[in-house]
């Protein structure tokens, strides 16, 4: 067992690992030794692989695009907030085709430099959440998800989705995947709900005064707008849906 002065001694300046299929544990794990010795982290590889092929429609592994997407997207909350990387790195190009087109590590980007679904998808959420900084985790209302708050310049915001709990492995599909009507009770206009490339979020209603949307595996963007700090997390806090088991 290294004692922590010991380990300090060996860990330079940054840390660096693959980190980039980090779940929930693995990431706050992370995240926390980024703040308990003050170094920068590094991912500097993939560390896992898309479970499905890149160019074959046909196997039995394939996946529409779209849910690639939310895929990608997951992954971005995880190393912009939980892990909290200074540098996200992630292979980018196809150099080789082993033979069967199946990139062995589901880069970016397709051999003529065309981002795939989940490259646009890196290139796009994380640009926009670069500089985000987690402010507090809080349970999501009456249900037993998560939901994440940040902050990025002056905004203030919060993600979650459908399946953002803390025994989430994002290797394995739980059974609930949808929540139906979920409700967070502020004035009209207070906050904006955005989709995971924050564009208006398809849906979304405002009723009774209260914010009313679904949610599925894509993370969701609540921002905002003039509440004040302790109000706004009161939303998640207070937040319902009519069946908190889906």
């Known amino acids: 067992r290294m004692d922590p002065e010991e380990m300090d001694s060996l860990m330079g300046a940054v840390f660096g690992a693959s980190a980039f299929d980090y779940y929930y544990n693995e990431a706050r794990y992370a995240g926390g030794l980024k703040a308990k010795y003050g170094k920068p982290f ?33 992954l971005v909350v995880y190393q912009t907030l939980l892990t909290d990387l200074d540098v996200i790195g992630h292979y980018a190009g196809v150099f080789r085709n082993d033979g069967s087109h199946l990139g062995l590590n589901k880069p970016l980007c397709d051999y003529d430099a065309t981002p795939y679904v989940w490259g ?77 490339y924050w564009n208006q979020l398809p849906g979304a209603r405002w009723s009774g005064g209260k914010l009313v949307f679904d949610l599925n595996e894509e993370p969701v963007f609540i921002m905002n707008k003039n509440l004040s700090e302790t109000d706004f997390m009161d939303l998640f806090r207070k937040a319902e849906v009519d069946d908190p088991a889906g």
């Open 120 to 196: 646009g998808t890196f290139g796009c959420l994380g640009t926009l959440m670069a500089d985000a900084r987690l402010v507090e985790e809080l349970p999501l209302g009456n249900t037993d998800r998560l939901v994440f708050i940040f902050r990025t310049g002056e905004r203030l915001g919060a993600v979650t989705y459908a399946t953002n709990t803390r025994q989430n492995d994002m290797h394995w599909k739980p059974a609930v995947r949808e929540l139906k009507n979920l409700s967070l009770a502020c004035p009209n206009g207070s906050v904006e709900a955005l989709d995971m």
């Open 42 to 74: 590094i991912c500097y590889g993939v560390g896992g692989r898309q479970p499905d092929a890149t160019m074959y429609h046909t196997l039995y592994t394939f996946r529409p695009p779209r849910s690639k997407a939310a895929w990608m997207a997951r």
